[in-house]
């Protein structure tokens, strides 16, 4: 039997401790192959991230963390 549970879509803002580098730009590619994370863009002003994930698999903590990981420069 197959169950699903139903995605709880959540967009937030993350501010950046830095203004982002050609790199920084690759590792927010590579961000969307994390599972649970929908999108992730820079705003207009360069100075945060919009970040859009299914809180049903990620918490802000693990948001937040796998940025962290991924060598995006976040406060």
């Known amino acids: 039997m197959l169950f699903l549970i139903p995605m709880t ?31 992730v863009r820079v705003s207009a002003s360069g100075d945060e991230l919009f970040v859009e994930y299914d809180y049903s698999r990620l918490s802000l903590n693990d948001v937040r963390g796998s940025l962290q990981e991924h060598g995006i420069p976040i406060v």
């Open 9 to 39: 879509k959540v967009q937030t803002k993350v501010k950046l401790s830095r203004p982002l580098v050609e790199e920084d730009l690759g590792n927010i590619a590579r961000v969307h192959a994390v599972f649970g994370f929908l999108a």
